[in-house]
T-cell receptor
Framework: DADVTQTPRNRITKTGKRIMLECSQT?????MYWYRQDPGLGLRLIYY???????NKGEISDGYSVSRQAQAKFSLSLESAIPNQTALYFC??????????????FGPGTRLTVL | AQSVAQPEDQVNVAEGNPLTVKCTYS??????LFWYVQYPNRGLQFLLK??????LVKGSYGFEAEFNKSQTSFHLKKPSALVSDSALYFC?????????????FGQGTTLQVKP
């Protein structure tokens, strides 16, 4: 979805390096999410945020941190990257105002390789 | 704990034939169910959702899904497959009692439609 952008799209880094993945959205949504996708495991939630002051851990938050700089921006950081963090990372957004069952809209993904 | 299972890693169908991609779920209470599609090098795109009402839900690109409460299933279907439907499909469930908007994804099913 072009309304949700992620940078970079691809990144190769070395073990121990700090990495930041950025997500921006123009949909005006309150909620933002970070997932990682691994083959055969589907998508797993890393962190989610309801607004700038509300950030919550997902099921696999260890080794990751996030920052919600503005309603439209949600960054994911790997403080010290390790090889098993090699994965495809997705940012997603959803709207909160109109109910509890709104679908999420996904960015194009960032393919991260940690050597 | 809520969970989603997609029992088939891959489904192969000839173009023009009907297709079914299976999904079963486990959740307390009435579920909110979603199907997403991922084309190569793209993010996930929303196809359809079941919240309440008619058990047969119609979505994008001619897809539909049937909610079966007794079998806890939400299978994705299309009457006549196209080669362009070849992609990775994800089923997801959201626990209605939760206000977080978090989705639990299945592991994904690769659909291969052959000419």
């Amino acid at each position: 979805d072009a309304d949700v952008t992620q940078t970079p799209r691809n990144r190769i880094t070395k073990t121990g390096k700090r990495i930041m993945l950025e997500c921006s959205q123009t949909k005006g949504h309150d909620r933002m999410y970070w997932y990682r996708q691994d083959p055969g495991l589907g998508l797993r939630l890393i962190y989610y945020s309801f607004d700038v002051k509300d950030i919550n851990k997902g099921e696999i938050s260890d080794g990751y941190s996030v920052s919600r700089q503005a309603q439209a921006k949600f960054s994911l950081s790997l403080e010290s990257a390790i090889p098993n963090q090699t994965a495809l990372y997705f940012c997603a957004t959803s709207e909160m105002r109109t109910g509890l069952y709104n679908e999420q809209f996904f960015g194009p993904g960032t393919r991260l390789t940690v050597l | 704990a809520q969970s989603v299972a997609q029992p088939e890693d891959q489904v192969n169908v000839a173009e023009g034939n009907p297709l079914t991609v299976k999904c079963t779920y486990s959740v307390s209470g009435n579920p909110y169910l979603f199907w997403y599609v991922q084309y190569p090098n793209r993010g996930l795109q929303f196809l359809l959702k079941y919240i309440t009402g008619d058990n047969l839900v119609k979505g994008s690109y001619g897809f539909e899904a049937e909610f079966n409460k007794s079998q806890t299933s939400f299978h994705l279907k299309k009457p006549s497959a196209l080669v362009s439907d070849s992609a990775l499909y994800f089923c997801a469930v959201r626990e209605p009692a939760s206000n977080t908007g978090k989705l639990i994804f299945g592991q994904g099913t690769t659909l291969q439609v052959k000419p």
